[in-house]
């Protein structure tokens, strides 16, 4: 049997979410796929707990010798080694981006890497190459097919077929479960574009700051993420990007200041929603493609009937045209968000790090 010994960084909506599916399904696991989880230390920004045993009855203590403010990463990372030598997987259920800049070192430290913390793969691209560098050395995996997609099996699809030498010729769809949620419902329902805005956040869906949804700076992100699976190695600032966020709003605001505003935006959507012909909805659109050459984020209209319209809830929507799916692309599409959907992808990234370590008794 393989012991995958986990250190989970964030604790927040999905990072609590998959503490819960651990303790539910660990004994499943280890029983079915001859595999133990064993989480050995949550972390958020501030604090650090420890797991008290390896039952799955579990009892956390806070670590007091790093009860600072910021606790140091490197102690953590360095207790945890002696503690568990070897199969250490970290977890980043952060959307923090000096965490993701510190996965050399945590590679170097003996990790291997499952994340759903999207900055770290809109690095630099010499940050980027050097990072699967680093994980060839040290013999590490790193998985974050949760980056896009939220659950949904987009990066592994793309990387498939880019191995496969299908080549990708255009990468078009809705990327962003809160957006699809938010222009799903503002388009057919009676309701002001703050109050759609307010239930997406409440439902879990939007990203910590609501602004880097609504900017499109998540979607770009999504598309760069993609881009860079086909082995196009393109920076974050070549995406054109159509922010939903008139300039008053984004830059200067704090977040407290931006939600006490949020209404400002009701008047702007009302009167582009006052153009929409009938059977039409918004989507706000991600789109790569081969012949231009370029990467753009937009918000646009489509008949209810077409492929990108035709989604309800969070659903993501992916069209993906290569030399054998065209004129008609392969077509991904499901629930783009939500807590449920992200922290199983997460759990099935970890798992995946089981079939490339040595098994132990255990
Ligand atoms: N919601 C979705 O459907 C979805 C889908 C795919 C991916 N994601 C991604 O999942 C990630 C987490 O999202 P969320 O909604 O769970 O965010 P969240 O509720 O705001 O939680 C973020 C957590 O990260 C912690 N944190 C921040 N910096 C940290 C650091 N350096 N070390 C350790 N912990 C740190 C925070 O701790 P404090 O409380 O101490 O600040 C908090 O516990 C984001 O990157 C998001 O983009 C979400």
């Known amino acids: 049997m393989a012991q995958l010994n ?16 651990y303790i539910e399904r660990q004994e499943e696991i280890a029983a079915q796929k001859g595999i133990k989880l064993h989480l050995g230390a949550i972390a958020n920004s501030k604090f650090v707990f420890w797991a008290a045993s390896e039952s799955p009855n579990k009892q956390w203590i806070a670590d007091l010798e790093n009860y600072q403010k910021p606790y140091k990463l490197e102690n953590v990372v360095h207790k945890f080694q002696s503690l568990y030598g070897e199969n250490l997987v970290a977890v980043d259920a952060t959307a923090d981006e000096h965490l993701a800049q510190h996965y050399p070192f945590l590679i170097e430290s003996g990790f291997h890497i499952v994340s759903a913390n999207k900055t770290a793969n809109v690095q630099p691209i010499d940050f980027h190459i050097g990072l699967r560098n680093l994980l060839k050395e040290n013999q ?82 999504k598309l760069l993420i993609i881009a860079r699976e086909l082995g196009i190695h393109k920076e974050l600032n070549a995406v054109e990007v159509e922010s939903l966020l008139p300039k008053k709003l984004n830059g200067h605001t704090t977040l407290h200041q931006f939600k006490s505003r949020i209404k400002e935006l009701d008047s702007l959507y009302q009167s582009r929603k006052r153009e929409l012909k009938k059977d039409e909805v918004f989507r706000y659109v991600g789109e790569w493609d081969l012949k231009s050459k370029t990467l753009k984020v937009r918000l646009q209209t489509f008949p209810k009937e077409h492929t990108l319209g035709y989604i309800s809830g969070t659903e993501n929507v992916f069209e993906i045209y290569t030399k054998s799916y065209q004129p008609e692309p392969l077509v991904i599409k499901g629930s783009g968000a939500g807590l449920d959907v992200t922290s199983n992808g997460l759990l099935r990234d970890v798992l995946k790090i089981a079939e490339f370590v040595p098994s132990t008794v255990v």
């Open 6 to 21: 986990i250190l989970l960084f964030g604790i927040g909506k999905i990072g609590s979410t998959f503490v819960n599916k």
């Open 140 to 221: 590490k995996k790193f998985f974050y097919e949760t980056h896009v997609g939220a659950g949904l099996p987009v990066l592994e699809t793309l990387r498939r077929l880019y191995q496969s030498g299908d080549e990708v010729t255009r990468v078009r769809g809705v990327f962003s479960g809160s957006l699809s949620y938010i222009f799903n419902t503002f388009s057919e329902e009676n309701k002001s574009f703050s109050q759609v805005l307010d239930e997406a956040e409440k439902l879990g869906l939007t990203e910590p700051d609501p602004r880097t949804d609504l900017s499109g700076i998540d979607v770009a992100r």
